[in-house]
C-alpha cells in the first residue's frame, strides 16, 4: 500500500523515510517452472549492417577473423552465452531462396533485398555461413524458412540438406559443398509476419498454408524438429485463436511466436535513441509493460485450447524500435543504445522469466547494428551497449527454476500516468543459490526495497551488480570510455531472511544470496 505523504504528520512522515516503500515476497520454497535459457536468445537477420559488417567481413578482410567472421563479436557475444541466434529474418526470410546461398561464393546469384534499403543481396553469408557462426558462438540455430514467397518442395528440401543423413540429392549436394554430417537442426520457422511482410494472408488462410508446408519439413534421424508458426503481431487475438482451433497445434506445430516492438511515443515527429526527455523515456517504459498484458491474454488462449501446456509461446521478435540515427539508410534500422533500452531490456525480461511456463523463447531484435542491439561495430571498432550488459547479468536465470514473488511496488508518476515503480525477478539454480534482478524505473528516486525470500530461515547476501548511469540517455560509444557499464553493488542489508536494499535511480541490479 502506498501511503500519501502530503497527508501524514510530521513524524510519521520521518519514519515512512526510513521503511521500505516496496516489499516484496519471494517464495523461495514454491518454485516450480524452470526458466528456459531459451527466453535469452537472438535475433539476426540479412537487414543493415548485422550479417556483413556485423559478423561477416570474408577471409580477405583486414579485421581479424575465422572463417569469415569477426572474432570481436563471436568473442562478445559468447561472454554473455547466447542459447539462439535466429535467421535470415524477419520479412526477409520470405522471400529468401536458401540455394542461391549455397555453393562457391563467387557463383552465388544475387538478389535485391526489398524490404531493407534494397541493397543488392550477394548471397556470400548463407547456410553453411550461418551454422559456422552458431558453432563459433556455441548456440543453437533457428531457421525461419519461406512460406511466403517459396514452395513447399523448397522448403522440404532446405531442412533435408541440413539434417538428413540419408542417400539423397540434397545430402549429396551438402557434402559437394563440404559438409560431410547432417547439423541436426531442431528450431524451424514455418514463415515470419504472414500476416504482412511474409504475403499479407488471413489467419485462415495461412493456418492452412503452414499446415501444408509443415507436412513436408521432415525429421531426419533422431533429430526432432520443433516447428514454430507464426503467430500474432501485438493484441491480434483472433490470429492467436485462429492457429490454436484449425492449425493442428502440436502436429503442425509445436510453439507459436508474438511480435511486439516497444515504440517511444514521439516528439516533434521524432522518437530519437538518444536525444528524448523524461516523458518519452516514462512512455518506453509504459509501453513495454503492455508486454505483460499480451503475455496474459495469449497465454489465456492457449490454455484454452492446449490445457497440457505442449505448445510454447516464442516472442521471437522484441525490443525497443526508435529512429535510426541521423545521417544513415533509414533501410539499415541502425540505433544507438541507452539505459532507457537497458530498462526496457530488463522489464521484458523479467516479464518473460515470469510468464516461463509457456513461454520457452524470445529474441531480441536483433543483435548487431540493428535496432536494440548488443554489439554495434564501425569497421575495425565494436561497442558494447547497456542492453549487451543486462543480458550479461540476467545470465544467472538461464534455465534457473523460477521463484514466484509477490511485489507491492510504489508507483512511478509522469504527467498524471504512473506506472510500478518496480520490476523484478528471482530464480533458483541449481547449485542452490538464488538469484534477484530487480530495477527501479524511476529516474529521480532512489528506492528502499524489503525483500523477504520467504522459506528461508537466513538469507546471506553473496554479492551484487548494477547497471546505471548519469542520465537516461547516457550510452556507449565508439573510441570512448564507457558510459554504461556494470559495477559491484552492495548497498544491501540482511536481517533473518530479509533484505533491505537501496536502490538508487534509474538503475538495475542482480544479486546473488545463498
Ligand atoms: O526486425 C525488423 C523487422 O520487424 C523484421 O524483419 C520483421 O519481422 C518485423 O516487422
Redesign the pocket.
Known amino acids: 500500500m502506498i501511503v500519501k505523504r502530503s497527508l501524514l504528520p510530521f513524524f510519521l512522515l520521518a519514519s515512512l523515510l526510513t521503511t521500505a516503500q516496496n516489499n516484496i515476497v519471494i517464495n523461495t520454497d514454491l518454485g516450480k517452472e524452470k526458466i528456459s535459457r531459451h527466453i535469452y536468445g537472438h535475433f539476426s ?1 540479412h ?1 543493415g549492417r548485422c550479417i556483413y559488417g556485423g559478423y561477416w567481413v570474408g577471409e580477405d578482410s583486414d579485421i581479424p577473423n575465422t572463417n569469415g567472421i569477426r572474432n570481436d563479436v563471436v568473442d562478445a557475444l559468447r561472454e554473455i552465452g547466447i542459447p539462439n541466434l535466429r535467421w535470415p ?4 526470410a520470405d522471400e529468401y531462396h536458401w540455394m542461391d546461398g549455397i555453393g562457391p561464393r563467387e557463383e552465388r546469384p544475387t538478389m535485391i533485398n526489398t ?1 531493407w534499403g534494397g541493397v543488392t543481396e550477394d548471397n556470400s553469408f548463407g547456410t553453411h555461413e550461418f551454422l559456422e557462426l552458431c558453432d563459433q558462438l556455441d548456440t543453437e540455430p533457428v531457421i525461419c524458412g519461406n512460406l511466403g514467397s517459396g514452395t513447399v518442395r523448397e522448403m522440404s528440401q532446405w531442412v533435408e540438406y541440413i539434417n538428413s543423413d540419408n542417400i539423397s540429392p540434397m545430402t549429396e549436394l551438402r557434402k559437394e559443398n563440404g559438409r560431410e554430417a547432417p547439423w541436426g537442426v531442431k528450431y524451424w520457422g514455418l514463415g ?2 504472414n500476416w ?2 511474409g504475403g499479407n494472408m488471413t489467419a485462415e488462410y495461412y493456418a492452412n498454408e503452414m499446415r501444408r508446408y509443415s507436412t513436408y519439413t521432415k525429421n531426419y534421424g533422431d533429430n526432432r524438429l520443433y516447428r514454430v508458426a507464426c503467430g500474432p503481431t501485438g493484441a491480434d487475438y483472433h490470429w492467436m485463436e485462429t492457429l490454436m482451433k484449425k492449425g493442428y497445434p502440436g502436429r503442425s506445430f509445436q510453439g507459436i511466436s508474438l ?1 511486439y516492438y516497444t515504440v517511444s511515443e514521439a516528439k516533434n515527429n521524432r522518437r530519437s535513441a538518444t536525444e528524448f526527455d523524461e516523458s518519452q523515456y516514462f512512455s518506453s517504459l509504459k509501453n513495454t509493460l503492455f508486454m505483460d498484458e499480451l503475455l496474459k491474454n495469449h497465454i489465456r488462449i492457449m490454455d484454452r485450447y492446449d490445457p497440457g501446456n505442449r505448445i510454447g509461446l516464442l516472442v521471437d ?1 522484441w525490443g525497443n524500435w526508435h529512429d535510426v540515427e541521423p545521417g544513415t539508410n533509414p533501410g539499415f ?1 541502425f540505433q544507438q543504445n541507452t539505459l532507457r533500452d537497458a530498462m526496457v531490456a530488463a522489464i521484458n525480461l523479467d516479464l518473460f522469466n515470469k510468464y516461463c511456463r509457456r513461454v520457452k523463447m524470445a529474441n531480441i ?2 543483435t548487431v547494428n540493428v ?1 536494440q542491439a548488443m554489439i554495434l561495430t564501425k569497421e575495425e571498432q565494436m561497442v558494447k551497449t547497456p542492453s549487451y550488459y543486462i543480458f550479461k547479468m540476467y545470465k544467472v536465470h538461464h534455465d534457473a527454476t523460477l521463484l514466484p514473488a509477490d511485489v507491492e511496488s510504489g508507483t512511478y508518476t509522469v504527467e498524471g500516468k504512473s506506472i510500478p515503480a518496480i520490476s523484478t525477478s528471482a530464480s533458483k539454480a541449481e547449485d542452490g543459490k538464488i538469484h534477484i534482478t530487480l530495477s527501479n524505473l524511476n529516474p529521480n528516486k532512489g528506492q528502499q526495497v524489503s525483500c523477504e525470500l520467504r522459506g528461508m530461515e537466513k538469507a546471506q547476501f553473496e554479492k551484487g551488480t548494477i547497471l546505471t548511469a548519469e542520465k537516461i540517455n547516457s550510452y556507449n560509444d565508439f573510441g570512448k570510455e564507457e558510459a554504461v557499464t556494470p559495477a559491484a553493488f552492495d548497498a544491501v542489508e540482511t536481517k533473518g531472511n530479509t533484505l533491505q536494499v537501496d536502490l538508487p535511480a534509474k538503475s538495475i541490479v542482480m544479486l546473488e544470496i545463498r
Open positions: 537477420e537487414l529474418g524477419g520479412c526477409f524490404h515470419n509476419e504482412g511482410c511480435h521478435e534500422l531484435a536483433q535496432l
